[in-house]
Structures are given as structure tokens and as C-alpha cells.
């Protein structure tokens, strides 16, 4: 399988990576599956000799069962891997058990290890944006797990960008480590990270490990016009915002069957394909609740769309451009390079909107 580097840093992980948030069944993450060790060992072990390198979880996942069976998975197969895990979410009932405050990323981070059976984890990320605590104690907690030696690379999850820009700067500041990567939700059917996220991490090296590329199984092909959709679906279950246009979401699934049958693939396939192809894209993050679906995600690999195709599935899954990017594209978009094909492919009226 195809390597990429994380970003601007050395380390190398695989085009697909396994999320675990099937691992476990508790909680919230139940939407997700409730794979149990026997079966977790099985998709670990697919996983690996399919060429997957990184692994991801965090401690929220089934509160940290996840983490547990992610360890007991990997056995001895631990040191081949990179692990990758994150902090920030609620673990207890005390007023510390969550955020990015010094205390909770040591306590979290010194946790995950002992759940994952191992004395260090490869990319450990803050999971979401902590309001309340300030960056630099934040960052230099990070830095200090580095320097311990319980810590190889720090990320983060869920950032808007100017919180990730704020981080950079600050991290350049203290002349601490810097988030190496950012994971976040892409897909098809929703490119909002195209606005601020995907420039952002092309500008400053941040590489993107990509959740949802199925847009929690809406863009796997059960949600058909004229379809009932499948019960205690996990995209109900978990209320994903992309539920709401039906319409919208039966024509891109709709053009994605045609470009499977074209390659005789699946529909999963092909949405894999296309966020993989993007610019940034370090890895996109795959996920099972069984082997006939590790199987079918992992055929997305060893083949690329064509630049016909992915410009196909960009047009039928454009969004209108949100302020100040419309006014940008409009009055400024030959000098900014991110726009100024669309401007090349469809001129507009100067002012007008999308």
C-alpha cells in the first residue's frame, strides 16, 4: 500500500489507516459496533497484511474500551504499527477529566497508555478545541509528553482554522512542537473543509487524516431513492448534519453507482477513492464492523480515479462558496490560486454570488 508523509514531519503512514470506534460497543460509540477482542484481532491482522500501517482510537471511544482491545489486537505486532490516539473528552465525573489542561492531557495520555499495553504513542491529539485553556500551557504539556519519550508526534481533531493557525503561531512562539496533522471530517458529500481547512494545511504542512469519507454511511450505497433507510442507522443515530438534504445526497449517490459500474467497484469504493485523491489528504481513515466491510473498503486501494471522474463527482457535490470566500472569488480570484480555475471554468459577474 501507498505511503505519505504526516505533513512536514518524517514519519510515513499508510494511504487507509483503521479507526477503532467500532471497538467496544459503549456509549455513544455504540452507534458505531461492538466488535469484541476475537473479532478486532481478525481486522487488525487483515488490516496489516493489506499494507496498513497507522491505527486510530481515542480514549472517549466506548471510554476506553476501544483502546483497550486496540492493544490486545496488536499483541506483539505493536512495534511494526503506529498507534495514534486522542484526548480532550469528558472520562469522569470531576471538573479535570476533560479539556487540554496540563493535568488531564498527563493523566489522559498516561491512561491511553496503559489501556493500549505500550509506553508510548505515535500521534497523540487533542480531540477537539479546549475555549478555556490557554495554548501555551496546552502545547508545552504536549511537548513535555514528547520529551518523556510517552509521546512521538502531537495533531489535532475538529479545529476550525483559525484555531488551528493560532496554534501554529503559538506552538512557533514557545518554540515547542507543532500539530503535525489535523484529523478531520471530508467527504463528498460534505467539502466544507475545503474553505478554511484544506489551504490551511497545504500552506503550513499540516497533513489531513480523513474520518467519514463514507459520511457515516450515508455515501455507502443503502440510502437509495425510493429506499427505506436502514434502521439504527449509524448517520441517524449520531445526527449527522448531511441527513437533512435527501435529495441532494440520492443525486451524488446516484452518480457514484454510475462511476462504479463503469469500474466495477462499489459505491463505498469510489467515495474512498476520491477523498484519498485530494490535496493534503496524508490518509484516509477506514472503518468495519465486519470483514466483508474491511474487505470491500480496502479494495479502494492499488487504483485512482481518473481526473475525469474526480472533476465529475467536484461538480456534482459543489457548495456554494461561504463569506469572504465568494467576494474573494469574485473581485480577487486570479490571485488566488484555489479559485481561480473556478473562475477560469465559470466567469461571473463581478459581485455576484455563487
Request: aromatic share 8%; with cysteine; charged share 25%.
Amino acid at each position: 500500500m501507498e505511503t505519505r508523509l504526516l505533513g512536514r514531519s518524517g514519519l510515513q503512514v499508510s494511504a487507509l489507516s483503521f479507526g477503532t470506534m467500532t471497538f467496544g460497543g459503549v456509549g455513544l460509540t455504540a452507534a458505531m459496533g461492538n466488535t469484541n477482542e476475537v473479532e478486532a484481532e481478525r481486522l487488525v491482522g487483515r488490516c496489516i497484511d493489506a499494507g496498513i500501517n497507522l491505527f486510530d482510537t481515542a480514549d472517549v471511544y466506548s471510554m476506553g474500551r476501544s483502546e483497550e482491545i486496540l492493544g490486545v489486537a496488536l499483541g506483539k505486532k505493536r512495534q511494526d504499527v503506529l498507534v495514534a490516539t486522542k484526548a480532550f473528552a469528558m472520562m469522569g465525573p470531576g471538573p479535570n477529566q476533560l479539556g487540554l489542561s496540563r493535568k488531564h492531557l498527563i493523566s489522559a495520555c498516561e491512561a491511553s497508555l496503559k489501556r493500549l499495553n505500550t509506553d508510548y504513542v505515535d500521534l497523540y491529539q487533542a480531540h477537539s478545541f479546549d475555549a478555556l485553556t490557554p495554548l501555551d500551557e496546552t502545547l508545552r504539556a504536549f511537548e513535555d509528553l514528547v520529551r518523556s519519550g510517552k509521546v512521538r508526534y502531537i495533531g489535532c481533531s475538529n479545529l476550525g482554522g483559525w484555531q488551528l493557525m493560532k496554534a501554529l503561531s503559538v506552538a512557533d512562539q514557545l518554540k515547542t512542537d507543532r500539530y503535525v496533522s489535523q484529523q478531520i471530517y471530508y467527504s463528498a458529500l460534505d467539502r466544507d473543509a475545503e474553505w478554511d481547512l484544506v489551504p490551511l494545511g497545504l500552506d503550513q504542512g499540516v497533513g489531513m487524516l480523513v474520518y467519514g469519507p463514507l459520511a457515516s454511511g450515508l455515501l455507502s450505497g443503502k440510502y437509495r431513492r425510493g429506499v427505506a433507510a436502514p434502521e439504527q442507522a449509524r448517520a441517524v443515530l449520531l445526527q449527522v448534519p448531511q441527513d437533512r438534504d435527501r435529495e441532494r445526497l440520492y443525486k451524488i449517490v446516484d452518480l457514484l453507482d454510475a462511476i462504479a459500474k463503469e469500474r466495477d467497484a462499489s459505491i463505498s469504493q469510489i467515495a474512498i477513492n476520491y477523498v484519498r485523491a485530494k490535496p493534503c489528504v496524508s490518509s484516509v481513515i477506514i472503518g468495519a464492523r465486519n470483514e466483508a466491510q474491511l474487505e470491500d473498503n480496502l479494495r479502494s486501494d492499488g487504483w485512482n480515479l481518473t481526473p475525469e471522474e474526480i472533476r465529475r463527482i467536484d461538480e456534482a457535490t459543489e457548495q456554494p462558496l461561504p463569506y469572504p470566500y465568494w467576494h474573494q472569488n469574485a473581485r480577487s480570484g486570479m490571485r488566488n490560486p484555489y479559485y481561480r480555475d473556478l473562475l477560469v471554468k465559470k466567469p461571473k459577474p463581478i459581485g455576484s454570488k455563487p
